[in-house]
C-alpha cells in the first residue's frame, strides 16, 4: 500500500491478556517509530527503529512493552499482562530517517482494556 | 532532553477570525521544528516544517509559522480560519542529528464554529 498500516484498528482485551498490533510501514523507509496517544496526553513517545542500528526503546513505560521489526520491514508491538492504563491509541509512524525527514502516520489502533 | 509546551489545550474561533496556536520549546542543541494536524477521526499529517533558512514557513492551505530562536517559539497562526480548519494540532522538535525521535507537545484543540 501506499500508506502507512497498522493492525487491528480496533483492539478490545480483558485486563491481563496479551496483545500484538501490527505495523507496516512505508516501503523503502528506514526508521519506525511507535507513539501513544491518550487523551488530553498528546502524544507520548515509545520505541524508534532506525536500520540496523540498536533501537531506542527510551520511551517504553514497562517492561511489560516490548517491539520488534524484523527484516528491517513490519514492526509489532507487544503488550504483555494488560492493564487499564494500556488503554489508547497507539500509532506507528515512518521515514526515510536520518534526521528531520517527514514522518508519516499510520491511523492507529485503539487499544481498550476492559 | 527537548520538550514542547503548547500553551492551550482548545481554542475555540469564529468562521474567518484570525488565529495563534501557541508553541514554545526547550532544547540545548539546534532544532528542527514542526506542526502536525489530525482531522477528526484521521491519522497525523504534516502541516509545515522549519528545517534551516527563512524563518517564516507556511503551508498550502494558509497557516503559516515562524521561528523565533531568542524566545524558543514557533507558534501557528491563520488570518482567516475556515470549519474545515477544525482539528486538533500538535508542535513537535527534533534534533538534526541523524539519529533522533521527534518530540510532540500534548496538542491544541482548533474548534471552528459558524
Known amino acids: 500500500g501506499a500508506g502507512v498500516s497498522q493492525s487491528p484498528s480496533n483492539k478490545v482485551t480483558e485486563k491481563g491478556k496479551d496483545v500484538e498490533l501490527r505495523c507496516d510501514p512505508i516501503s523503502g523507509h528506514t526508521a519506525l517509530y511507535w507513539y501513544r496517544q491518550s487523551l488530553g496526553q498528546g502524544l507520548e513517545f515509545l520505541i524508534y527503529f532506525q536500520g540496523n542500528s540498536a533501537p531506542d526503546k527510551s520511551g517504553l513505560p514497562s517492561d511489560r512493552f516490548s517491539a520488534e521489526r524484523t527484516g528491517g520491514s513490519v514492526s509489532t508491538l507487544t503488550i504483555q499482562r494488560t492493564q487499564q492504563e494500556d488503554s489508547a491509541v497507539y500509532l506507528c509512524?515512518?521515514?526515510?530517517?536520518?534526521?528531520?525527514?517527514?514522518?508519516?502516520f499510520g491511523e492507529g489502533s485503539r487499544l481498550t482494556v476492559l | 532532553a527537548q520538550s514542547v509546551t503548547q500553551l492551550d489545550s482548545q481554542v475555540p474561533v469564529f468562521e474567518e477570525a484570525p488565529v495563534e496556536l501557541r508553541c514554545n520549546y526547550s532544547?540545548?542543541?539546534?532544532?528542527?521544528l514542526f506542526w502536525y494536524v489530525q482531522y477528526p477521526n484521521q491519522g497525523l499529517q504534516l502541516l509545515l516544517k522549519?528545517?534551516?533558512?527563512?524563518?517564516l514557513v507556511e503551508s498550502i492551505n494558509g497557516f503559516e509559522a515562524e521561528f523565533n530562536k531568542s524566545q524558543t517559539s514557533f507558534h501557528l497562526r491563520k488570518p482567516s480560519v475556515h470549519i474545515s480548519d477544525t482539528a486538533e494540532y500538535f508542535c513537535a522538535v527534533t534534533s538534526p542529528s541523524g539519529y533522533s525521535t521527534l518530540t510532540f507537545g500534548k496538542g491544541t484543540m482548533l474548534l471552528v464554529s459558524p
Open positions: 509512524a515512518s521515514s526515510l530517517g536520518q534526521g528531520a525527514g517527514e514522518l508519516f
Open positions: 522549519y528545517l534551516s533558512g527563512s524563518t
Open positions: 532544547s540545548s542543541v539546534s532544532v528542527y
